[in-house]
């Protein structure tokens, strides 16, 4: 059974740092790339990071490009997020997602299969 | 960066069939996935490719895509799918490649 497990959230003052972690089990974690996706309270679903299953390849939304950095280690199945420089706007739930990559006749397409629980950051003084 | 709009609330008896609409340009070139999330649970995907589903989910969902619309078909609707629903996109030539839709509240009356 696949399982995501996301931990490390809590509250921190503007301008803190946080690093969020990811346990992964049940699937050959080495072989997916992996995502951030985070919720503010009420809200709906926003993308933050992306990386490849051998790190090769990172992407950011430009909301938290320079301040968030996105790693994983393939020998602990795991995936973190460390949060620089927060922000009141970085207030949300956290989930760690599982990326599946298919084809179609205008090209490939990307979507999330499986998706921890969430974290909860929240950013206050 | 591309934009799928969804209706905020979508209203349904018991029995019945929900709708829900992702609206985006010319979505129907893109392949479309779709999510459920109860409240305090994670998302869900219900929908994958348009119209594939993953194992587990029932054939009460479905999904098409064509055009500038896509849809989520719920048939003979329970009280357990009242949830959010949210569409997906990846937009490879974005600096924002997963997009998501705004979401709809399903209520089940």
């Known amino acids: 059974e696949v399982q995501l497990v996301e931990s490390g959230g809590g509250l921190v003052k503007p301008g803190g740092s946080l690093r969020l972690s990811c346990a992964a089990s049940?699937?050959?974690?080495?072989?997916?790339?992996m995502n951030w996706v985070r919720q503010a309270p009420g809200k709906g679903l926003e993308w933050v990071s992306s990386?490849?299953?051998?790190?090769?390849?990172?992407y950011y939304a430009d909301s938290v490009k320079g301040r968030f950095t996105i790693s994983r280690d393939n020998a602990k199945n795991s995936l973190y997020l460390q949060m620089n420089s927060l922000r009141a706007e970085d207030t949300a739930v956290y989930y760690c997602?599982?990326?599946?990559?298919?084809?179609?006749?205008?090209?490939?397409?990307?979507?999330?299969?499986?998706w921890g629980q969430g974290t909860l950051v929240t950013v206050s003084s | 960066s591309y934009v799928l709009t969804q209706p905020p609330s979508v209203s349904v008896a018991p029995g019945q069939t929900a709708r829900i609409t992702c609206g985006g340009n010319?979505?129907?070139?893109?392949?479309v996935h779709w999510y459920q999330q109860k409240p305090g649970q994670a998302p869900v995907l219900v929908v994958y490719?348009?119209?594939d589903r993953p194992s587990g989910i029932p054939e009460r969902f479905s999904g098409s895509n064509s055009g500038n619309t896509a849809t989520l078909t719920i048939s003979r609707v329970e009280a357990g799918d009242e949830a959010d629903y949210y569409c997906?996109?990846?937009?490879?030539?974005?600096?924002?490649?997963?997009?998501f839709g705004t979401g709809t509240k399903v209520t089940v009356l």
């Open positions: 997602a599982r990326e599946m990559v298919g084809d179609y006749v205008w090209g490939s397409y990307r979507y999330l299969d499986y």
């Open positions: 049940g699937f050959t974690f080495s072989s997916y790339s």
């Open positions: 990386i490849s299953s051998s790190s090769s390849y990172i």
């Open positions: 010319n979505i129907g070139s893109k392949s």
């Open positions: 490719d348009d119209s």
């Open positions: 997906q996109v990846w937009d490879s030539s974005s600096d924002l490649p997963y997009v």
